[in-house]
């Protein structure tokens, strides 16, 4: 037998934890292939342990019996009926949600929907194929229309193959892929380029070729643009103007049937690279040449604003927004009384555009087209106000942070049941002043059913409520000097604002005596050994099972306060933009988080090789709410043989003074 083989080994596929049906097919296959299939189905034994086996030997050897083990790794990673009817519910519900994107293939669309009704499969579930055939026909875009409607009154839909509609979507999809070239469509207006100048005469200048209506003497009459649509392409393209001239670079209009967002002025470009897309397509069938696509910083009176994915074309007019790729993006874009609003995926209003003849043209210069001018600057977590409540007696507060005033009743109530429970006391009296929030219908109905006298201030008569007046004051300045002394983005107001009541509930005050808030609240002086400076430079340590060997073992972060409903620290990650709770941290108080350039914060001050976070956490009280905490450690494994020597240890041990006589 000769030594070598043309034949290269295939291991056997490893299981990670995930996907459990899919490997175990592929393990069924290559345990066929092997002929060693037959032996875990005829339940043989496993074989014994060897001499000090490891951990995992031992967690793998759990059953005696080949099926036994089977079945174990079945029940551990598909779960009973139950489980696996639920996993089947959210795959089918995953199904049914899908759409094909813009940017998608019909191949790619394809093997999305198969892969999502191969995983039911899996789980012993049907979903035949005239399923995906209906899925495919419904969702596919529009320009696979025509396509679509001739299959379903051509043919049974009930007998088309998944092949056969595939190779009917690729072949249409390949014909017009052969007639662009390459080449993008995009609709913005453009300017007539006809050389056969009509005999009419204008009856303004005298002069043949032109008539009045788009005679240029004395600029009294634009351009006129033309919209023409190529009535070779199935697609029907709109624009929301009929708008000609060279614009400020600064300008940018709302064009709803371009399909990238496009500019002409280069300088506008924070990077700029190649594109596969050399030419693009104008509504008069003409090509203008790609040059580069890149991402374009728009200078506001609210800061710099980053679009991305923008195509460099020189010889357009206009800079174009392109509505197609803002709602790719998660956006949201809506035209209503002549004004268009532009929101990001949170719900923020951006930019309320107003319409300027039969257009949409904006300048992010102008204030008066910011629609958020007016409103304050979102919190890292997104919320826009705060509201605080006072204990009269012990003057102890409670902040809590709101995206919408509206969300004032809610909060109240969750504020009632928990101060209620803690201290065994009704609420009576409330007081407050006259804003919308508190005098809605929902928050006066709320205080009825519970009893609550609710008080209003005077108009325009703040100092009646001086004690809640005072307050905000005192945690808008303490604010305010936090955030400068460790040159903090405004966004950190909302943990700032949090971590100023923390600390005023533990300084003394003149309305209780000899007791600070927190003291007269909860009857025990709190601890402040794990005070730390607000803002400064810290490392967080990063758990064992969330990095390889070799990864550093601390993350260069920002203290933003204190946890709520653990004993940790809760510390911002610049490079992940998260907000996590962490016990094990390292500080470097008389330091700050270097924003101009983040790389010399790492340089210049290195991850400590161990933490030694004192036992003082653990004086932490539990107060509220909060985000993420650190896995659990993990701990350490004896030896089998340590095990067992202990076990015969206390065997071999006599059980009483008779046994020890023997």
């Keep these: 037998m000769e030594g070598g083989s043309s034949f290269s080994v295939v291991g056997p596929p490893v299981f990670d934890g995930d996907n459990y049906q899919m490997w175990a097919v592929h393990m069924e296959t290559y345990l066929k292939a092997l002929d060693i299939w037959e032996p875990i189905e005829e339940d043989y034994e496993v074989p014994p342990l060897s001499t000090n086996p490891t951990v995992a030997q031992i967690k793998a050897q759990k059953e005696k019996k080949t099926r036994k083990s089977k079945d174990y790794l079945k029940a551990e990673y598909e779960g009973d009926e139950r489980i696996r009817g639920m996993k089947v519910l959210n795959l089918i519900r995953d199904f049914e949600l899908q759409k094909m994107k813009e940017s998608e293939s019909v191949k790619e669309y394809f093997v999305r929907l198969l892969s999502i009704a191969n995983k039911v499969r899996l789980l012993g579930s049907e979903l035949n194929d005239s399923r995906i055939v209906e899925k495919l026909l419904v969702t596919v875009l529009e320009k696979f229309e025509a396509t679509s409607t001739t299959l379903e009154n051509t043919k049974d839909l009930s007998k088309i193959s998944l092949v056969e509609l595939l190779n009917a979507l690729q072949a249409q999809e390949q014909r017009r892929s052969m ?10 207006p453009v300017k007539h380029q006809d050389n056969n100048k009509p005999d009419a005469k204008c009856s303004k200048c005298n002069q043949l070729g032109h008539e009045a209506v788009i005679c240029k003497v004395k600029g009294q009459v634009q351009e006129v643009d033309a919209q023409v649509v190529d009535q ?14 060279k614009e400020s670079s600064e300008s940018w209009l709302i064009d709803s049937g371009c399909t990238n967002h496009m500019t002409y002025d280069k300088e506008l470009f924070e990077e700029l690279r190649n594109t596969e897309v050399k030419r693009m397509r104008i509504g008069n069938g003409e090509y203008l040449e790609v040059k580069g696509k890149g991402t374009v910083a728009i200078t506001s009176y ?18 174009l927004l392109s509505v197609g790729q803002l709602l790719d993006k998660g956006y949201k874009v809506l035209f209503e009384n002549k004004q268009c609003l532009i929101r990001d995926a949170n719900g923020r209003d951006l930019f309320n555009v107003k319409m300027k003849g039969k257009s949409f043209t904006f300048n992010p210069m102008e204030k008066e087209q910011m629609a958020f001018k007016s409103r304050r600057m979102p919190s890292l977590n997104g919320n826009l106000y705060y509201i605080a409540f006072i204990d009269d007696l012990t003057r102890m507060c409670w902040i809590f942070l709101l995206k919408q ?9 969750k504020f009632k049941a928990r101060i209620e429970n803690e201290s065994g006391c009704m609420i009576q009296i409330l007081r407050s002043d006259n804003g919308k929030e508190y005098t809605s219908e929902t928050f006066n109905r709320f205080c009825e059913e519970a009893g609550i006298e609710h008080q209003w201030t005077a108009p325009y008569t703040p100092q009646q409520n001086g004690v809640s007046e005072r307050r905000n004051i005192f945690i808008m300045e303490m604010t305010r000097c936090m955030l400068h002394e460790k040159n903090l983005p ?30 007269a609240w909860y009857g025990y002086k709190p601890s402040l050994k794990f005070l730390r400076v607000f803002g400064c430079l810290c490392f967080t340590y990063i758990p064992q099972v969330k990095r390889d060997k070799l990864d550093k073992k601390a993350e260069a972060s920002i203290f933003v306060g204190y946890s709520t409903v653990s004993k940790a620290y809760r510390v911002f990650q610049p490079h992940t933009g998260r907000v996590i709770v962490s016990r094990d941290v390292y500080f470097v108080e008389n330091e700050q988080w270097n924003w101009e350039d983040s790389t010399k914060t790492n340089q210049t001050y290195s991850a400590p090789n161990c933490f030694t976070i004192g036992s003082t956490l653990e004086e932490l009280e539990d107060e509220g709410q909060d985000v993420l905490a650190d896995d659990a450690p993990v701990r350490g494994t004896r030896l089998l043989s340590d095990i067992y020597q202990r076990c015969n240890m206390a065997i071999c041990e006599p059980a009483g003074y008779h046994d020890a006589k023997k």
């Design 179 to 188: 007639r662009q070239e390459g080449v993008i469509e995009g609709a913005l």
């Design 232 to 245: 070779e392409e199935e697609d029907q393209l709109f624009v929301i103007t009929c708008f000609s001239g």
């Design 302 to 319: 609210e800061g710099t604003k980053f679009v991305s994915d923008v195509l460099f074309v020189p010889k357009i007019d206009q800079n």
């Design 405 to 413: 005033k509206s969300e004032v009743a809610g909060v109240f109530w």
């Design 490 to 519: 405004k966004g950190f107001w909302g943990e700032a604002a949090n971590t100023a009541v923390f600390l005023q509930n533990r300084i003394s005050t003149k309305a209780v005596k000899d007791q600070t808030p927190f003291e």
